[in-house]
């Protein structure tokens, strides 16, 4: 801090009695003014370094406090609840259920297909009867019961936001970029001929997976949709089923059928009769028609629970909101560069941007929200099976990079195309048409469930086929 001077002025009081020296700044003091520069810093230093420092240790100190993430989003959630009317309060209410819920679902199936693992792999050892095919489906047992894991413990990073769409806690598919699929599928559901018995399928259009892994599927020529149970080897009829016809109990091929989850319903494209209906999932003997009048392909839902239906006619898709039956035009186009020439699949991303398959001109177009001019995204190059053609496509995803999942159905495959791609690449079945587990006859409707797994309606075939996500 000070070294002895010999002769100097105090830089204080300008006499020529200085003693000491200040090693940082260089001045020289008296005895007295040194005794008060030393001061001075010392002040200073509990200033700026102790304060700075206690601060530090306390944000790190509430850092590592353990359920900081649930006091944390709690405590915002009773802040936001005091701001808001009686409504709002209700929601933030309603969101305390669902994280506990969700938390304690999640950690409770984990358990409990741990468990079945854990026996199938006894079992397996036991018997010591097992072969190739029993160990890869362990394999990718463990795979997808790590990603589960992976899901629900991966991120801390949580906040509360405040906005006017309802809070939704939906098990999204998670595909990563340079993931690949397994050349070899699964028949998941059908496969034992065309036919009406519980293990057939008649010329399946669509596949619906929920969060328990169970598929329902739109059996077209069997009038019927059947849902079918993970490892289940025949499905069951939970709508139609009674014939074609048009009363409240049938159907009259039927192309499409999602889950609305809220309302603990399907909502089923019922094409044949032109109508649009809902079905109660606790096993409804009767639905109600929703819409009607409406020459329907495809459905898709928001996650506002607005409704959109392509309409194979006008060549147009409507939105129908709230339980509206006229409903919005949000895809249709005005020119040769978007106009629609029969519309099948459709998908709605978290935007609201509308994306169609063009089933006549063998492309997709996307329309962003409120856009009235549709852009081509994969095709348009005249019907074809060059990587940058698509013929008559139908099944259509977009996951959460924008890469868009498309049924090439004349050309037996199911292609991706990355975001503003000139060109596709064949991630399914480059074997021309067949019916093994490594080829595709038109395929129609896919899908994917949770675990990135994906889902093929192989038409031509009558059966769903699964092709499994491989580990990295």
Known sequence: MATLTTSSECSQCSKTKAQCTCRGCQGSFCTKHFNEHRQQLSVRFDQEIGEAHDELVQQIDKLTRQNKIHDDIFSEIDRWETRMIKKIQQVAEKVRRQIIELVSQGTETLNDELK???????????????????????????????????????????????????????????????????????????????????????????????????????????????????????????????????????????????????????????????????????????????????????????????????????????????????????ARGSGPSDRLSQPTCIFVDQDHSVFVSDYDNHRVLKWIKDSHEGIIIAGGNREGNDLTQLSHPQGLFVDQFGRIYVSDQRNHRVMRWCDSAKQGEVIVDANNTGDSLCQLNRPIGLSFDQYGNLYVVDGGNDRVIRFNMQPN
């Open 116 to 330: 079945a693992l854990t026996k199938d792999i006894r079992r397996c050892r036991q018997e010591d009867d097992f072969v190739e095919e029993d160990i890869e489906n362990l394999r990718q047992k463990i795979y997808e019961l790590q990603s589960s894991f992976e899901k629900t413990t991966v991120s801390n990073d949580i906040e509360v936001i405040e906005r006017k769409d309802p809070i939704k806690w939906n098990l999204l598919p998670s595909i990563p970029l340079n993931v690949k699929w397994a050349l070899k599928g699964c028949t998941i559901a059908g496969g034992h001929g065309r036919g009406d018995a519980l293990n057939q399928l008649n010329a399946p259009f669509s596949v619906y997976i929920d969060d328990k892994q169970s598929i329902y599927i739109a059996d077209c020529e069997n009038h019927r949709i059947v849902e079918w149970k993970p490892n289940s080897t025949v499905g069951e009829v939970v709508a139609g089923g009674n014939g074609s016809g048009n009363r409240a109990n049938q159907l009259c091929c039927p192309t499409d059928v999602i889950v609305d989850k809220e309302a603990n319903s399907l909502i089923i494209c019922d094409r044949g009769n032109r109508r649009i209906m809902r079905w109660s999932c606790q096993r409804g003997t009767c639905g109600e028609t929703i819409i009607s009048n409406i020459d329907c392909s495809r459905l898709s839902m928001d996650n506002r629970r607005s409704l959109y239906v392509s309409d194979w006619k006008k060549n147009e898709v409507r939105r129908f909101d709230d339980g509206g039956t006229e409903g919005t035009i949000v």
